[in-house]
């Protein structure tokens, strides 16, 4: 049940990241090179939650 807890802890954290850089006034490259490192480090923290790293 806490590994279920923090995989959804983290989801949320990716989604509120996204969000709150999407409010940023960047230009749209600089936004986009932002969400990528933010989905890929999301992407590392949930698989150390599964155990994979």
């Not at 802890?9 to 960047?26: C, G, H």
């Not at 749209?28 to 790293?53: D, E, H, P």
């Amino acid at each position: 049940m806490g590994l279920l807890i923090g995989i959804l802890i983290t989801f949320l954290v990716i989604v509120l990241v996204l969000y709150l850089v999407q409010r940023l006034p960047l230009d749209a490259r600089a936004k986009q090179i932002v969400q990528t490192i933010v989905i890929i480090i999301g992407i590392i923290s949930l698989l150390k939650y599964l155990a994979v790293f």
